[in-house]
């Protein structure tokens, strides 16, 4: 049977030390080439998810401004479909919480908006003129709340 070498024997090995520095030396490298692409990542990561924030807040207002659009168009129904979709997806955007793409003062600024809705989806569906000019200034004030 053969006996192990002795720890001093491996550690004056030149192929050994050699072996063992090689694989340093690429640790090392992976750690320096993974650690920037890493932070990168991180960044873009972040920028992303801004510009989704910004987007569904673009939407958001897009779907309240077609409303507006249609009543003064007077189709009725579209506008009524347009203005739920408006009040669905800002009441969504609100309580997704510290998710949310609303500061927390335009969280509570979009609250008294909420009060206008059913008034404003029922002259919608009542094919009533006045609901032009109530989502125009709904708008206004979205708007208004919003570039604060």
Not at 33 to 45: A, D, I, N, T
Not at 46 to 68: E, F, G, K, Y
Not at 138 to 145: D, E, I, K, M, P
Request: charged share 25%; aromatic share 6%.
């Amino acid at each position: 049977m053969r006996e192990a070498l002795p720890a001093k024997a491996v550690k004056s090995n030149p192929l050994m030390r050699r072996l063992v520095n090689s694989t340093a030396l690429i640790l090392v490298g992976f750690v320096l080439g993974f650690v920037p692409m890493w932070v990168k990542s991180r960044e873009c990561s972040s920028a992303l998810s801004d510009a989704a924030h910004q987007l569904n807040l673009a939407r958001i207002q897009n779907t309240l401004a077609s409303a507006v659009i249609d009543a003064r168009r007077a189709d009725y129904e579209p506008a009524r479909q347009a203005a739920s979709s408006f009040f669905t997806s800002l009441r969504t955007e609100t309580d997704r919480g510290n998710d949310s793409a609303l500061s927390q003062a335009q969280k509570d600024g979009v609250k008294p908006l909420f009060i206008r809705r059913d008034e404003i989806i029922t002259l919608l569906a009542r094919n009533d003129p006045v609901a032009a000019d109530r989502l125009s200034d709904l708008y206004v004030s979205y708007r208004s709340l919003m570039n604060r």
